[in-house]
């Protein structure tokens, strides 16, 4: 009976009209949503009985799903180093015109000593050598603090980004035993997909993350190096805080199933994302800072060293500058760890201390007479002072190891660290920025092929609502037609 | 519906919003470089280049010291050259006095007050300070350098002494007139010329260090910016002014006076050449300064032309770069405000 065949038609129209405006209004509920993408009804025929929704689809492109993954670690990785690097460089180095660097602390105390030198009966002058010594002392130990505490900050962030990878892998897991629970019984997981997608999305700012689908849908999660971070079940990421950090301190590593993913010991580093960066940040470019501080201090040391003057050939003596392994000399060009962090100006020259800052003038600062350079006690003695700019300026070897100039005067391999950390922080900002671009960009071209065009769904409820109204239309044609069938009959 | 053209309503917003964020940074970037002529955040600009750029600025500061300091070192000059200076040109005065008294008659009376008025004039000069340390007293700036020659003092007590064991009688006695010019010239030779060598001198006239101040003058010049009291000229002056004034000139007998005063003239020239050759030497030095002085203050514009060629921003190019960013964040203002209308509900 070709009318009940009519009726039937229009039926499974109204039927699949209802499903695609669903649809619709879905992917209208999403549009603004990042990680929502556009579904799809797919309609095919029932021969002879017309039409139904045979599945719903997910426009998606798995390659460039990949490319914002990467894109977001190596690009929050950089963002990481530069944020640390910046504090670091902001408060020793600032703007170099207003004279805040080592360098330029350096200077000034090599000018408060000029200006002694030319007048060494002058007390007021030597109190403010002595105070620009001070000075020099006490910021070489606020960089120290300094250095440390961003390494307390990336320590604490570690363990932030520790304890919510940990809660997304948790998501995951339910999400994905949904998705694989739906793919097997048929039904529509496209929701489920999207939020699998955010999930991954928002792990891969923390950990740089690859993933592979299974064909029942179960997704398998790798970190960038290879570690296995979800397969069946997620597998536990651990990390120990530190919560104090002092130069030579080093940090523990963040351990994926136990096997360390940062630091030295790791045979699979992460490359990127923000655990990566930070575990750089904490272990390599802070500790190299800190060294060459370090360096700094032990150069300072050595130039102002006290050599015994009586013949009786003893050893050299820390003298303005000491530090608590005084009186022994700190070993020439090696790093001395958290030596910046420790050193002092001799008690017996400081003023506050009860010192006599002309010592600064005629030596002894040790206390031992044996060193002491102005031995007729007179006024206008300035040969130690005149030595003491010269050894300012002598070159000196330094450790290698501190990646600055390793050999030159104090003053040289200070501007070479002020060198060192403004190109480390020029890099992670170009590369940042380079990263931040291709995130951009990727992310447009993704949400172009999967995100949602209100018109177009627009233009497209506006066909639905034809077809439901034609079809509406039917089912009363083909009633009026039975109807008048039925009258006739009657 | 997948195709090249298809674009996401969320993109169609958001990436207008993206270009206005960027250029807001850049704007406030360019409007502070248009300000200041010099790189927003210079660090991060120079990169490597960053540890000469406060080297340079290190240097800069260090010479602008250097400059200040010399001027308190070519002070210092200016003064011990003035008064080297003056005490030869009274030796001048002095050395044609002694010659015209040499024959005439009362030489003595006319010699004596002169003579004692340079010697103290000579003390007094040595003994000049200025901010705060003894100009003449050698690296011992904190002492005044030569003791007074008064009744009492070591130098006068010392002559004394001399005059005493070598005569046999004080200077005020009647019986100088008994002194021969052979007894006169062997004390003057002896006993007397010791008192104004060493040890004697370091021991009764003068406690100056012989070692001078040495100062800084350029980066690498250490020179030295004082002169002692124990310079030679200095030593004569004193010898023939003590000669004259207090040993018993008025009473000595024409003859032995006559002897006195030769010595003297040949002690007063001796010194008015090594005043002028210890003038000539500190003129160098002060030459030596100034020159210093003039070639920092080059060197000092020279890296200050460095610096700023690192650091600077041209205003010009900043203030059109802001201008274009003004323009740009307008624009992309006024088209999203006209995307927000074009959408098919407004149709519907």
């Known amino acids: 009976m070709s009318l009940t065949a009519a009726l039937g038609s229009a039926r499974s129209s109204l039927m699949a009209a209802g499903i695609q405006s669903s649809v619709i209004s879905r992917n209208i509920a999403g549009a603004s949503e990042l990680s929502y993408s556009r579904k799809i009804a797919v309609l095919e025929n029932f021969p002879g009985n017309g039409v139904y929704v045979a599945a719903i689809q997910r426009a998606a492109s798995a390659g460039l799903y990949t490319n914002v993954l990467t894109a977001t670690s190596a690009s929050t990785k950089q963002s990481v180093i530069y944020d640390g690097l910046q504090k670091i460089a902001a408060a020793t180095v600032d703007d170099p015109e207003l004279d805040q660097s080592p360098t330029a602390q350096l200077n000034v105390l090599k000018q408060a000593l000029h200006q002694y030198a030319t007048a060494p009966d002058n007390a007021t002058l030597a109190q403010s050598a002595v105070a620009a010594a001070k000075d020099m002392a006490a910021s070489l130990n606020q960089a120290t603090t300094t250095v440390q505490s961003v390494r307390e900050g990336a320590d604490a962030d570690m363990l932030t980004a520790v304890t919510n990878i940990n809660r997304l892998l948790a998501q995951f897991d339910t999400v994905n035993t949904a998705v694989v629970k739906g793919t097997t019984t048929g039904e529509d997981v496209t929701d489920y997909l999207d939020q699998r997608d955010a999930i991954i999305s928002k792990l891969s700012q923390e950990i740089g993350v690859s993933v592979s689908i299974r064909p029942n849908g179960d997704a398998a999660l790798y970190t960038d190096s290879g570690v296995v971070l979800y397969d069946k079940s997620a597998r536990n990421v651990s990390f120990a805080p530190t919560n104090a950090y002092t130069a030579g301190i080093t940090g523990n590593a ?18 990127s994302g923000k655990i990566a960066g930070l575990a750089e940040l904490r272990d390599t470019a802070t500790v190299t800072y800190q060294s060459q501080l370090d360096e700094i201090a032990r150069g300072l040391i050595d130039a102002f060293r006290e050599i015994d003057q009586s013949g009786a050939a003893l050893p050299d003596v820390p003298g303005l500058f000491t530090y608590p392994g005084a009186p022994a000399m700190p070993a020439a060009a090696t790093i001395s760890v958290g030596l910046a962090g420790t050193i002092t100006v001799a008690a017996s020259v400081d003023p506050a201390s009860g010192g006599n800052p002309n010592l600064l003038r005629d030596g002894a600062i040790s206390g031992n007479v044996a060193y002491n350079y102005n031995t007729t006690g007179v006024a206008g003695f300035s040969a130690r002072l005149q030595q003491l700019i010269d050894n300012m300026d002598a070159p000196q070897p330094f450790d290698a190891a501190a990646q600055g100039k390793p050999s030159g005067s104090v003053i040289d391999f200070a501007s070479s660290s002020v060198s060192w950390i403004e190109s480390r922080r020029k890099t992670a900002d170009d590369s940042a920025q380079y990263q931040n671009t291709l995130l951009d ?9 999967n995100g949602v065009n209100m018109d177009d769904e627009m233009s497209l409820m506006l066909q639905v609502e034809r077809t439901y109204s034609a079809s509406s239309k039917i089912i009363s044609a083909v009633d009026d037609m039975l109807n008048t069938l039925l009258a006739a009959v009657s | 519906m997948m195709s090249a053209n298809y674009i996401s309503t969320l993109m169609l917003s958001s990436s207008l919003r993206y270009s206005i964020t960027n250029n807001q940074s850049a704007l406030s970037k360019a409007s502070k470089e248009a300000t200041t002529g010099r790189f927003a955040d210079p660090g991060l600009q120079l990169g490597t ?82 901010n705060g340390s003894f100009l003449f007293a050698g690296l011992d700036t904190q002492n005044a350098p030569i003791a007074n020659y008064t009744a009492g003092s070591t130098s006068k007590n010392a002559v004394d002494a001399d005059f005493l064991a070598t005569f046999g009688f004080a200077q005020s006695s009647a019986n100088v007139s008994t002194i021969t010019p052979a007894q006169m010239q062997n004390f003057l030779n002896t006993s007397f010329d010791a008192q104004f060598a060493s040890p004697a001198w370091n021991a009764n006239w003068s406690s100056a260090a012989d070692q001078t101040l040495t100062s800084r003058i350029s980066t690498t010049e250490v020179v030295d910016t004082s002169v002692s009291a124990n310079q030679p000229g200095f030593r004569k002056l004193a010898a023939a002014y003590t000669m004259l004034s207090d040993l018993g000139n008025s009473s000595l007998s024409q003859a032995t006076f006559q002897t006195v005063v030769d010595r003297a003239i040949s002690l007063v020239s001796g010194a008015i050449y090594d005043l002028a050759v210890l003038g ?50 307008d624009t992309a203002l006024a088209l999203t405000a006209r995307l927000q209308k074009i959408s098919l509900i407004n149709y519907l």
């Open chain 2, 49 to 130: 280049s960053t540890g000469r750029d406060v080297g340079l600025r290190a240097e800069m500061s260090f010479m602008d010291q250097i400059v200040d300091t010399n001027e308190l070192v070519a002070g210092r000059l200016d003064m011990t050259q003035n008064r080297i200076t003056q005490l030869g040109t009274t030796a001048q005065e002095f050395l044609k006095n002694l010659i015209a008294a040499r024959d005439a008659d009362g030489g003595q009376q006319i010699l004596l007050p002169s003579a004692s008025a340079n010697l103290q004039d000579l003390i007094g000069a040595l003994n000049v300070s200025y």
């Open chain 1, 441 to 449: 960009r990727s992310n447009t071209a993704l949400s172009n092929v």
């Open chain 2, 280 to 329: 000539g030497s500190v003129g160098a030095v002060q030459q030596r300064v100034s020159a210093a002085t003039d070639k920092l203050k080059i060197q000092h514009d020279i890296l200050n032309q460095q610096v700023v060629a690192m650091e600077e921003v041209d205003p010009s190019e900043a203030s059109v770069r802001v201008n274009a960013l003004q323009n740009q964040i």
């Open chain 1, 254 to 271: 963040v351990y994926i199933d136990g096997v360390p993913v940062t630091g030295a010991s790791s045979v699979m580093p992460l490359k």
